[in-house]
């Protein structure tokens, strides 16, 4: 079964507001790592988070960590049309294999 | 991201045929990895390699089959394609990194087994 589960599955949001996106997770982890696609392409990395640290920030980008409560979520501030894309939390695990599981991903739609 | 390349960007088989999939990196990686993303179900992690002798089996194998020919070359085949290895095949790299794992992924093949 997946690791990350992203909430919600999809999202339609006006430019200039902003889109929040959750990721809950079922065990520990060593990192948490955000990563967009836009259609039919490959994954691009965003933003990676580890489990020592609460929240990170990247241009519009704000991620937070709750190791409590086994949850992350990516915040995209002032968004644009062309942040359209579907995003997924990856939870990494430390070890000889630094694996990563994806979830299945939230597919954001920014209308102009 | 060009400096992982994936080949055929997109192909249609017919049920029984062998396939090879073919990915180059330029990123002087040791890590690489095919995933398959079918849709609602994210990725889904095939095969991947630590170095060119090193080579081990991700969650949904079965099917699959793989050669690292070089650093730089990850090579993907689906010895006796079925339908249901219709999918979207990516590679992915990644640099040793004890810490965390942070992976760069080709543009993906679009694959149809009819």
């Known amino acids: 079964s997946q690791q990350g589960e992203e909430d919600p599955q999809a999202l339609s949001i006006q430019e200039g507001e902003n889109a929040t996106m959750n990721c809950s997770y079922k065990?520990?982890?060593?990192?948490l790592q955000w990563y967009r696609q836009n259609s039919g392409r490959g994954l691009v990395h965003l933003i990676l988070?580890?489990?020592?640290?609460r929240e990170k920030h990247s241009g519009r980008l704000r991620v937070t960590l709750d190791t409590s409560k086994k949850s992350s979520s990516l915040l995209i501030t002032a968004s644009r049309a062309a942040d359209t894309a579907s995003y997924f939390c990856?939870?990494?695990?430390?070890?000889?294999?630094?694996?990563?599981?994806f979830g299945a991903g939230t597919r954001l739609a920014v209308h102009p | 991201d060009a400096d992982v390349t994936q080949t055929p960007r997109n192909r249609i088989t017919k049920t029984g045929k062998r396939i090879m999939l073919e990915c180059s990196q330029t990123?002087?990686?040791?890590?690489m990895y095919w995933y398959r993303q079918d849709p609602g179900l994210g990725l889904r992690l095939i095969y991947y390699?630590?170095?060119?002798?090193?080579?081990n089996k991700g969650e949904i194998s079965d099917g699959y089959s793989v050669s690292r020919q070089a650093q730089a070359k990850f090579s993907l085949s689906l010895e006796s394609a079925i339908p249901n290895q219709t999918a979207l095949y990516f590679c992915?790299?990644?640099?040793?990194?004890?810490?965390?794992?942070?992976?760069?992924f080709g543009p993906g093949t679009r694959l149809t087994v009819l």
């Open positions: 992915a790299t990644s640099d040793w990194d004890r810490a965390a794992d942070t992976q760069y």
């Open positions: 065990t520990s982890i060593n990192n």
């Open positions: 988070i580890r489990s020592n640290e």
């Open positions: 990856a939870t990494g695990f430390s070890g000889g294999y630094n694996k990563l599981i």
């Open positions: 990123k002087g990686h040791d890590r």
């Open positions: 390699s630590f170095d060119v002798k090193d080579i």
